[in-house]
């Protein structure tokens, strides 16, 4: 698959993914939610270390203030470990999440003002999905004709500039 069209396809498959929430009394929308974030922080399907990948990139990403991003780092460890736990040993265990301590500005981007744990989650999709949606357009438009394997490395570029 190209690699382009690997990460635009992730957008999709995460945004079809979390649109099932909507129809089912039976989904779990904290565990769609972190399915549907690691589909995008995670394009290129790498297998290791998921779970550290998966809070590191995200925190990342979502804050340059490190009070908040370890908040967020521990908020995505618990969320993945609760997703792991439900898909490997189908067994629930409440999440327990405080909401967010983030900075005002940090605040004032969210659209939401819920504090269950699913909402926490769902908020965490949105902005991923925004961050790597922007990532990807503003890349293409930049670059027409860029090659897949070009793509992918800028990502993986990105991917280390924003953790390290």
């Not at 990948?53 to 908020?75: C, E, P, Q």
């Not at 800028?154 to 991917?159: A, D, G, P, S, T």
Request: charged share 30%; with cysteine.
């Amino acid at each position: 698959m190209p690699d382009a069209n690997r990460i635009a396809d992730r957008l999709i498959q995460a945004v079809a993914l979390m649109s099932k929430c909507r129809y089912s009394e039976f989904t779990d929308l904290a565990l769609n939610s972190v399915i549907a974030s690691e589909a995008i922080l995670n394009p290129t399907n790498e297998k290791d270390n998921l779970a550290e990948r998966f809070a590191l990139f995200g925190a990342a990403i979502l804050s340059d203030d490190s009070v908040n991003r370890k908040t967020v780092y521990d908020h995505l460890k618990r969320l993945y470990n609760y997703r792991s736990t439900l898909v490997h040993s189908a067994k629930r265990a409440p999440l327990r999440l405080e909401t967010p301590r983030w900075s005002k500005e940090f605040v004032e981007t969210m659209e939401f003002d819920y504090e269950a744990e699913d909402k926490i989650a769902l908020k965490y999709f949105l902005k991923f999905y925004c961050i790597i949606s922007d990532w990807l357009i503003n890349l293409l438009e930049k670059n027409p004709g860029i090659s897949n394997t070009e793509v992918e490395q800028r990502f993986k570029e990105f991917y280390l500039d924003t953790i390290l």
